[in-house]
């Protein structure tokens, strides 16, 4: 177990710390419309899982289908809108607001968790959620309306869908890494579907001078990074693996200021603190109750 927890835990802080590198790849993309970018990283990352799968195939038990099954569809389904609702939440607002309201995802794991599949959740785990949702309240109150408020709306349902889609993937058996691939894929479907003008904008901006940022962005970053923390969901709690996104959070505000001088608001400092504190008080809640099952098994 002790073993499992640590594979888990490494594969979580890789993939956290990576991501912490997208909201300033989208940056530097200078795409303003998000859709075009929900419709190309799709294809990327869909285009890296089905590259591995096809040339690697003793990796096909890690990676699973790059396809729709009965088995896979709802964490896709979840991961397909995490996709389309975290690019529009970056594009519109602030990064540091968006990633703080983000960063409320395992706490929404653990409370979905009980509410759909009842997982055991104490009140202490409610009071440290309480504390994380007191941080994401001052975040959005920050917001003075129009797009601010509407950027930290797409930030929370990006935070529910993640949470949802670390749930589900927990549950899938077979391979689990390509999920957010599959997922982004079929956001971009249903973008072309419906706006079929994306469709036509895609060859151009692929031999623009920002392509080297949107294919570092959508085939690597974003395939290993998500990929990573989905698989990290299979030895830990998805409510903990749910906590490494917050690596996101600490690390993305600080890449975003050094590269465009973007400093965050007070208020959205005072709500990141609030909770990172309550993820760091979980993590002593947890290990405190591991070191006393250790020493009773003495």
């Known amino acids: 177990m002790k073993s499992s927890r640590l594979v ?36 990327l990352m869909w285009t890296t899982l089905l590259m591995f799968y096809c040339l690697l195939p ?8 790059p396809w729709p099954t009965r088995q896979n569809v709802w964490p896709t389904f979840f991961f397909a809108i995490a996709s389309t609702t975290f690019v529009n939440a970056i594009a519109q607002g602030e990064v540091a607001s968006v990633l703080v309201i983000i ?7 653990a409370l979905l968790g009980r509410a759909f599949f009842s997982e055991p959740i104490d009140r202490a785990m409610l009071a440290v959620a309480a504390l994380a949702m007191t941080g994401v309240v001052l975040v959005i109150g920050d917001a003075p309306g129009g797009g601010a408020l509407t950027a930290n709306c797409f930030a929370f349902a990006t935070a529910v869908s993640m949470a949802l889609a670390f749930l ?6 077979g391979g689990t890494v390509g999920l957010p691939s599959l997922g982004a894929l079929v956001a971009s479907l249903l973008v072309i579907v419906s706006q079929h003008a994306f469709a036509s904008k895609i060859p151009d901006l692929l ?10 962005e959508g085939a690597l970053v974003m395939p290993l990074s998500l990929g990573l ?21 600490a690390l993305a505000p600080f890449w975003i200021w050094i590269a465009f001088n973007e400093r965050p608001a007070l208020q959205v ?26 020493a009773g098994d003495r």
């Not at 802080?13 to 303003?32: F, K, P, W």
């Not at 960063?103 to 794991?109: E, I, K, Q, V």
């Not at 589900?168 to 058996?173: G, K, N, P, Y």
């Not at 400092?269 to 250790?294: F, M, P, W, Y």
């Open 58 to 65: 003793r990796w096909r038990l890690l990676i699973g289908k």
């Open 269 to 294: 400092i005072a709500g990141g603190a609030a909770t990172v504190s309550a993820v760091l008080i979980h993590v002593v809640q947890v290990k405190q109750r591991s070191d006393l099952r250790v």
């Open 103 to 109: 960063s409320s995802t395992p706490f929404l794991a």
């Open 168 to 173: 589900l993937s927990s549950r899938v058996e």
């Open 207 to 216: 031999i623009s001078d920002r392509a080297v940022w949107i294919l570092f």
């Open 8 to 43: 888990g835990t490494s594969l979580g802080i890789a993939g956290g710390v990576l991501l912490s590198t997208d909201a300033l790849l989208i940056r530097l993309m200078r795409i303003e419309d998000a859709w075009a970018i929900v419709v190309m990283r799709g294809f």
């Open 229 to 249: 923390l989905t698989l990290c969901a299979r030895f830990i709690p998805p409510a903990n693996a749910g906590l490494f996104l917050l690596l996101e959070t």
